[in-house]
């Protein structure tokens, strides 16, 4: 357990926020198997069981009234593939038996979300403020009074090198982005590792300048302070 912010502490791979009790996921990516078969790449069907372990433990813990999904809750971009219905109906079903309500938050992935989301009577909003806190995808720009931006999209993650020895971790941002704090919020899918944030290749527009952000690093159930970027270059 670890405060990103006074008032928004790290959850796994989730954020929450504290003072309404919310749970915030991002980019879970659910289908992405399926596209990955349909490629002729085989992996094992768990994505699904893996994210709902993951998620059991964490409402557990916090006890959230609501959550938040940031964008992306599906994969394929244009359609509704038939596993992606499946699994998206199964999430949200698990969700509404835990909290009170869930809310989608439209990614780049999630044109044509509304008939499954409509389904579950789950609303599909463009942002969410929540007192100071704004919460939107991260694909595009905002302009908002809030005080503290959490964004998704990226899927940040950074690669460490030590005796030879290669991993790459989940992680979370942190920094200011024209006078806010921005938080950039990992991937959820245990599939999807993401962007080496050394390498400097963002899809984000609020990250064109990220040297003094600072990196927080997922090792199983354990967060970790690397300081800032610029340092781990």
């Given at each position: 357990?670890?405060?990103?912010?006074?008032?928004?502490?790290?959850?796994?791979?989730?954020?929450?926020?504290?003072?309404?009790?919310?749970?915030?996921?991002?980019?879970?990516?659910?289908?992405?198997?399926?596209?990955?078969?349909?490629?002729?790449?085989?992996?094992?069907r768990q994505q699904?069981?893996?994210?709902?372990?993951?998620?059991?433990?964490?409402?557990?813990?916090?006890?959230?009234?609501?959550?938040?999904?940031?964008?992306?809750?599906?994969?394929?971009?244009?359609?509704?593939?038939?596993?992606?219905?499946?699994?998206?109906?199964?999430?949200?079903?698990?969700?509404?038996?835990?909290?009170?309500?869930?809310?989608?938050?439209?990614?780049?992935?999630?044109?044509?979300?509304?008939?499954?989301?409509?389904?579950?009577?789950?609303?599909?909003?463009?942002?969410?403020?929540?007192?100071?806190?704004?919460?939107?995808?991260?694909?595009?720009?905002?302009?908002?009074?809030?005080?503290?931006?959490?964004?998704?999209?990226?899927?940040?993650a950074i690669t460490?090198?030590?005796?030879?020895?290669?991993?790459?971790?989940?992680?979370?941002?942190?920094?200011?982005?024209?006078?806010?704090?921005?938080?950039?919020?990992?991937?959820?899918?245990?599939?999807?590792?993401?962007?080496?944030?050394?390498?400097?290749?963002?899809?984000?527009?609020?990250?064109?300048?990220?040297?003094?952000?600072?990196?927080?690093?997922?090792?199983?159930?354990?967060?970790?302070?690397?300081?800032?970027?610029?340092?781990?270059?």
């Amino acid at each position: 357990m670890m405060q990103i912010t006074p008032e928004i502490q790290i959850a796994g791979a989730a954020l929450y926020l504290q003072q309404p009790e919310i749970l915030v996921l991002n980019d879970l990516h659910l289908g992405y198997e399926q596209v990955l078969h349909l490629k002729g790449i085989l992996v094992p069907r768990q994505q699904l069981k893996l994210v709902l372990n993951k998620l059991e433990k964490i409402i557990k813990k916090f006890k959230p009234k609501k959550v938040i999904i940031n964008g992306d809750l599906k994969h394929e971009f244009g359609k509704i593939l038939e596993r992606e219905w499946k699994e998206i109906l199964q999430f949200l079903d698990f969700l509404l038996k835990h909290v009170e309500e869930v809310i989608i938050i439209q990614g780049n992935h999630d044109p044509v979300l509304g008939p499954i989301a409509l389904k579950r009577g789950v609303k599909i909003l463009p942002e969410y403020l929540v007192g100071n806190i704004l919460i939107s995808h991260g694909d595009e720009l905002v302009e908002t009074s809030a005080k503290t931006i959490i964004i998704g999209h990226e899927h940040p993650a950074i690669t460490l090198k030590e005796h030879g020895k290669v991993e790459k971790f989940k992680c979370f941002l942190q920094g200011k982005w024209q006078g806010k704090t921005l938080i950039v919020v990992p991937s959820f899918n245990p599939l999807l590792e993401g962007t080496d944030v050394l390498e400097g290749n963002f899809l984000s527009p609020f990250l064109k300048d990220v040297d003094n952000f600072n990196v927080y690093i997922i090792n199983e159930e354990e967060i970790f302070n690397f300081g800032k970027i610029k340092n781990l270059r």
